[in-house]
C-alpha cells in the first residue's frame, strides 16, 4: 500500500524538474547536409576553449554526402552580437544615465561597473567570455550603481528601492527584485536572458557552452526543493532548447577512431571541427587531441 501510493509520489518528484527544463538529447542520425552556420554551432555547444588562449583560427572540414571536401576557416567563433544589439545597448545607455538625474541631493547615484566599451567589447569578443555564467554586464545590457549620502557609500537602505522604483518607471529591470540573490544596486534591458534570446535568437550561440552549467545548477536546486530560485534558468534552459530541435548535434558518446580520419592533421595554435557526412562523423579536437562522435539531432526529451 504504501508502495502504491510512494510511486506517484516519486514519479512527481522526479519528472517535474524535466518536463519544466525540456531537456534535449542528441539522437544519432544521418545528417544530409550541414551548413556552415550550423557546423558552427554544434562546435560551439562542445566548445572548451573558452578563452581561446593560443587560438588562431578554427578549421572546419566537411566531407559531403558525396564525398567532396570543404574547408573554411574562421578566426572567431562569435556573433558579432554588438551590432546585433547596438541599439538596445544605445537605449540602455541612455535609460541609465537617466537615473542619475532623477536620484536627488542629498543622494548622489555613481556606477561602478557600466558598459564596457566598444574596444573592450570587442576584446571580450574575439577571447570568447570567462568561464563564468553570463551576465548581461557582458552584453553591455547591465550596469551596477551605487548610492552615496553626502560622500558616504550606502550599501542598502529604501533609497535603493526609490532606486529600483525609478529604473522600472522607464522599463528597466531591476536587481533587487532578483529571487534568492538580490542585487539592490544593479539594473538590467531585460527581464531574464530567455526574453533575450527570444527577441535575438543568434545571441543564443553565446549561452551554448554554458548550457551543462546552467543545466547542473538548475537540477541542484530542484533537487532540494528550491525550484523556485531558479526559474530564470529554466526559462533560459527552455529557450535554448527549444532553438536547436532537430538543428544538427554531436552525439556525446565517442566512438572508436573511423579509418577514413587517419590522415587528419592538427595544426598548431589552430582548432580543428571535421564533419563526415558521408560516415556520419564529427571530429572535435579538444586541446592537443579530440574525440569522434556520431552526427545527430537534438530531440526535445
Ligand atoms: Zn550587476
Not at 550561440?205 to 531558479?230: M, Q
Not at 529554466?234 to 558518446?253: G, I, M, W
Not at 580543428?272 to 569522434?292: C, D, H, M, P, R
Request: glycine content about 6%; charged content about 25%.
Amino acid at each position: 500500500m504504501i508502495l502504491i501510493c510512494l510511486i506517484p509520489l516519486l514519479w512527481l518528484f522526479f519528472s517535474f524538474g524535466e518536463v519544466d527544463a525540456k531537456l534535449r538529447i542528441c539522437e544519432p542520425a544521418k545528417l544530409e547536409s550541414l551548413d556552415w552556420e550550423e557546423f558552427k554551432w554544434l562546435y560551439k555547444q562542445q566548445d572548451s576553449t573558452f578563452s581561446g588562449d593560443s587560438v588562431a583560427h578554427y578549421v572546419f572540414i566537411r566531407i559531403n554526402p558525396d564525398g567532396s571536401r570543404e574547408t573554411r576557416e574562421v578566426a572567431a567563433l562569435h556573433q558579432p552580437w554588438t551590432d546585433l544589439l547596438a541599439s538596445e545597448i544605445d537605449s540602455f545607455e541612455v535609460k541609465r544615465d537617466s537615473l542619475i538625474k532623477r536620484i536627488h541631493s542629498p543622494y548622489r547615484l555613481k556606477y561602478t561597473s557600466t558598459t564596457r566599451n566598444k574596444k573592450q567589447q570587442l576584446a571580450l569578443q574575439k577571447k570568447g567570455f570567462s568561464k563564468a555564467f553570463i551576465s548581461f554586464h557582458n552584453f553591455g545590457l547591465a550596469a551596477d550603481g551605487a548610492i552615496y549620502r553626502k560622500g558616504r557609500y550606502l550599501k542598502r537602505g529604501m533609497i535603493y528601492d526609490q532606486y529600483g522604483y525609478k529604473a522600472k518607471e522607464i522599463g528597466l529591470y531591476w536587481g533587487g527584485d532578483f529571487v534568492g540573490f538580490p542585487d539592490p544596486g544593479h539594473i538590467q534591458a531585460f527581464l531574464n536572458s530567455a526574453s533575450l534570446i527570444q527577441k535575438y535568437p543568434e545571441v543564443a550561440l553565446e549561452y551554448e557552452p554554458f548550457k551543462n552549467a546552467y543545466e547542473r545548477n538548475y537540477f541542484k536546486k530542484v533537487d532540494i526543493g528550491k525550484e523556485e530560485l531558479v526559474e530564470d534558468s529554466r526559462d533560459l534552459l527552455t529557450a535554448l532548447n527549444k532553438l536547436r530541435e532537430n538543428k544538427p548535434c554531436a552525439c556525446s558518446q565517442a566512438i572508436p577512431f573511423p579509418a577514413s580520419a587517419s590522415n587528419l592533421q592538427l595544426k598548431p595554435y589552430t582548432i580543428t571541427v571535421l564533419a563526415n557526412l558521408q560516415e556520419n562523423y564529427i571530429f572535435i579536437q579538444k586541446g592537443s587531441y579530440g574525440y569522434f562522435y556520431s552526427t545527430g539531432r537534438w530531440k526535445l526529451d
